[in-house]
């Protein structure tokens, strides 16, 4: 998946705008109102974003682009790992670490 301009420059901007922690704290509240729909993968969508900006981040060499990465794989397993606990009967998904 290759991210539009538009978006990697949204991303970008709040990120500086509100740093780190505020920026995973955006993401993570943003797809928290999809939790619920099980229809809609919105955490293989956000890891697939994650992927896009590694790999903007090895084109580039901005480090922005590297945290933005970990921020939104860290959103992307918590997302996962919600929708799990919700619903037991889910299957799994080899893309996220499972606790045993």
């Known amino acids: ?10 991303y970008l901007k709040e990120f500086k705008r509100i740093g780190t922690e505020k920026f995973f704290e955006s993401v993570l509240l943003s797809a928290s109102k999809s939790i619920k729909d099980y229809s809609k993968s919105t955490e293989l ?12 981040y090895r084109k580039t060499g ?6 933005i990465a970990k921020i939104l794989r860290r959103v992307a397993h918590k997302v996962y790992r919600a929708k799990r606990k ?11 670490l499972e606790m045993i």
């Open 1 to 10: 998946m290759t991210i539009s301009a538009t978006v990697q420059e949204e």
């Open 45 to 56: 969508i956000i890891l697939d974003q994650a992927e896009s900006f590694f790999a903007l």
């Open 62 to 67: 901005n480090d922005s682009y590297s945290e």
């Open 86 to 96: 919700i619903n037991k009967e889910m299957p799994t998904n080899r893309k996220f």
